[in-house]
């Protein structure tokens, strides 16, 4: 068995991980957070894939409401220069999403064997992932469709799991491969007891290798309209109809669609340490607890909790004999629920977003490439903010048609375009900029530069801005 194709990685990155609301929202996707240690869960996902796979050959897939922010997070964090962006204009679920990926890539490389892994997983031990996928591109090199299949640790309910066939199919650099019988859905306790006694069952990793041309095949075999619509898309330099036909693309998963009916499924036994990170029960594979069984991090004033998942922001949060809990503190938004509901998380922002509320969209602290903002207040025709340009840095040249600003510098000295004119605009100085006119935020010394500022009009959300030149491509 040789393997002839080079490898590539695809990263699905457009989901919004609602499960792990307050800290995840639509503008800070769980991908973006940094959950264990300094970096975001989709920097280590770049990071962990090198040196067997170069960013240059490396792309993202997310939706175009996420794309920018994706890639000015990126850039902010110094990784993933070179990657590559496949933009869904809306999401469809994993088959649609994987397939046009194959698609993009088979137009680079005929030969291509594609990694597609969730941007969100944890992985601690990234050398023994880079030697399971080099083992999986050879099992894969005769059309076969790796899947990667985790040892269970223990009976749990929210994953899905693959049972594999008894009799080994083969075995590549110590991973264990099998033909896979059948994919189960999340069970119940007892059903997971059952599958962790029964010893053939592995957790599902969501990760999978394959070569392009052959995961192809089987979307003309099993999804053939879906196949349709990725082939007429193909070469399409049109946005307009590109979008057109994408969206017109019945939602379908990837396991249902092609991996529960194909006879071309392989499940490889992988051996690194891995989660999902799929709800806040899951944080305990992150972060380490205390000796009562507690994950506790932030402002916390604690007595006698045991075995919950305690996290402060600003505030001052006191606990007190909390067990089997889940607390969650932002500026703007709480978490109380018992460890065993953590699944219901998501059903608290679809309430959110029902109701309108902006707390499942957005966080009142927005790192910015050039800085950060603060919303202090918001009410019905106006909205305040503290902005923080760092040194060095500027905002768009940009205009906005529904509001006007006034700006109160607090700290550092503002050099400010407005319309024709160039100022600058020291402590406790100020200006105004009416609606319509061109504008200009910079800081030019060597600390970082504070205003207030003050919006006032009949619409003051954030998309009322036209760009006219920026340092971070946003136009």
């Given at each position: 068995?040789?393997?002839?194709?080079?490898?590539?990685?695809?990263?699905?990155?457009?989901?919004?991980?609602?499960?792990?609301?307050?800290?995840?929202?639509?503008?800070?996707?769980?991908?973006?957070?940094?959950?264990?240690?300094?970096?975001?869960?989709?920097?280590?996902?770049?990071?962990?894939?090198?040196?067997?796979?170069?960013?240059?050959?490396?792309?993202?897939?997310?939706?175009?409401?996420?794309?920018?922010?994706?890639?000015?997070?990126?850039?902010?964090?110094?990784?993933?220069?070179?990657?590559g962006?496949?933009?869904?204009p809306?999401?469809?679920?994993?088959?649609?999403?994987?397939?046009?990926?194959?698609?993009?890539?088979?137009?680079?490389?005929?030969?291509?064997?594609?990694?597609?892994?969730?941007?969100?997983?944890?992985?601690?031990?990234?050398?023994?992932?880079?030697?399971?996928?080099?083992?999986?591109?050879?099992?894969?090199?005769?059309?076969?469709?790796?899947?990667?299949?985790?040892?269970?640790?223990?009976p749990?309910?929210?994953?899905?799991?693959?049972?594999?066939?008894?009799?080994?199919?083969?075995e590549?650099?110590?991973?264990?491969?099998?033909?896979?019988?059948?994919?189960v859905?999340?069970?119940?306790?007892?059903?997971?007891?059952?599958?962790?006694?029964?010893?053939?069952?592995?957790?599902?990793?969501?990760?999978?290798?394959?070569?392009?041309?052959?995961?192809?095949?089987?979307?003309?075999?099993?999804?053939?309209?879906?196949?349709?619509?990725?082939?007429?898309?193909?070469?399409?330099?049109?946005?307009?109809?590109?979008?057109?036909?994408?969206?017109?693309?019945d939602?379908?998963?990837?396991?249902?669609?092609?991996?529960?009916?194909?006879?071309?499924?392989?499940?490889?036994?992988?051996?690194?340490?891995?989660?999902?990170?799929?709800?806040?029960?899951?944080l305990?594979?992150?972060?380490?607890?205390?000796?009562?069984?507690?994950?506790?991090?932030?402002?916390?004033?604690?007595?006698?909790?045991?075995?919950?998942?305690?996290?402060?922001?600003?505030?001052?949060?006191?606990?007190?004999?909390?067990?089997?809990?889940?607390?969650?503190?932002?500026?703007?938004?709480?978490?109380?629920?018992?460890?065993?509901?953590?699944?219901?998380?998501?059903?608290?922002?679809?309430?959110?977003?029902?109701?309108?509320?902006a707390?499942?969209?957005?966080?009142?602290?927005?790192?910015?490439?050039?800085?950060?903002?603060?919303?202090?207040?918001?009410g019905?025709?106006?909205?305040?903010?503290?902005?923080?340009?760092?040194?060095?840095?500027?905002?768009?040249?940009?205009?906005?048609?529904?509001?006007?600003?006034?700006?109160?510098?607090?700290?550092?000295?503002?050099t400010?375009?407005?319309?024709?004119?160039?100022?600058?605009?020291?402590?406790?100085?100020?200006?105004?900029?009416?609606?319509?006119?061109?504008?200009?935020?910079s800081?030019?010394?060597?600390?970082?530069?504070?205003?207030?500022?003050?919006q006032?009009?009949?619409?003051?959300?954030?998309?009322?801005?036209?760009?006219?030149?920026?340092?971070?491509?946003?136009?």
């Amino acid at each position: 068995m040789s393997n002839k194709g080079k490898i590539y990685a695809a990263i699905l990155a457009g989901g919004i991980g609602t499960r792990f609301w307050p800290l995840s929202r639509e503008t800070t996707p769980k991908q973006l957070l940094k959950v264990a240690g300094d970096e975001s869960l989709l920097t280590t996902t770049i990071e962990r894939l090198s040196p067997l796979i170069e960013e240059e050959d490396i792309a993202i897939v997310t939706s175009a409401s996420q794309a920018e922010i994706t890639r000015l997070h990126l850039e902010g964090a110094g990784c993933g220069a070179s990657v590559g962006y496949i933009i869904e204009p809306c999401g469809r679920n994993t088959a649609p999403a994987i397939g046009l990926a194959a698609v993009k890539l088979l137009e680079r490389d005929s030969d291509a064997i594609m990694v597609v892994l969730p941007s969100d997983h944890l992985m601690k031990q990234p050398e023994a992932f880079r030697r399971s996928i080099a083992a999986a591109a050879l099992a894969a090199s005769d059309g076969s469709l790796i899947t990667f299949g985790i040892r269970p640790r223990s009976p749990e309910t929210a994953y899905g799991y693959i049972k594999g066939r008894m009799e080994l199919h083969d075995e590549i650099d110590g991973h264990p491969v099998r033909k896979v019988e059948r994919f189960v859905e999340k069970p119940n306790l007892d059903t997971a007891k059952s599958y962790v006694e029964d010893g053939s069952y592995l957790w599902n990793s969501g990760i999978f290798v394959w070569r392009a041309d052959a995961v192809l095949r089987e979307y003309a075999k099993y999804l053939p309209e879906l196949y349709a619509a990725l082939n007429s898309i193909k070469g399409l330099t049109d946005d307009a109809a590109f979008n057109e036909i994408y969206e017109a693309i019945d939602p379908i998963s990837i396991d249902y669609g092609i991996l529960e009916r194909t006879d071309a499924a392989l499940m490889m036994e992988v051996d690194f340490a891995w989660s999902d990170l799929g709800s806040w029960n899951a944080l305990g594979d992150a972060l380490e607890a205390d000796d009562d069984g507690n994950i506790i991090r932030g402002r916390v004033v604690d007595i006698c909790s045991k075995d919950s998942i305690i996290l402060a922001s600003e505030r001052v949060v006191a606990t007190i004999g909390l067990e089997g809990f889940i607390l969650i503190d932002t500026p703007d938004a709480t978490l109380v629920c018992p460890k065993e509901r953590a699944q219901e998380v998501r059903e608290v922002v679809s309430v959110l977003k029902n109701r309108g509320w902006a707390e499942h969209e957005t966080h009142p602290h927005t790192e910015r490439p050039w800085g950060s903002y603060t919303v202090l207040e918001e009410g019905p025709g106006y909205k305040i903010k503290k902005i923080t340009v760092s040194p060095g840095a500027r905002i768009s040249l940009q205009s906005h048609t529904k509001r006007s600003e006034h700006w109160v510098v607090v700290s550092g000295i503002a050099t400010v375009i407005k319309g024709v004119e160039e100022i600058e605009i020291k402590t406790n100085e100020s200006t105004f900029i009416p609606v319509g006119v061109k504008h200009r935020l910079s800081n030019t010394r060597a600390e970082p530069l504070e205003i207030i500022e003050v919006q006032n009009g009949e619409y003051v959300g954030e998309d009322d801005i036209e760009r006219f030149d920026d340092d971070y491509k946003r136009i």
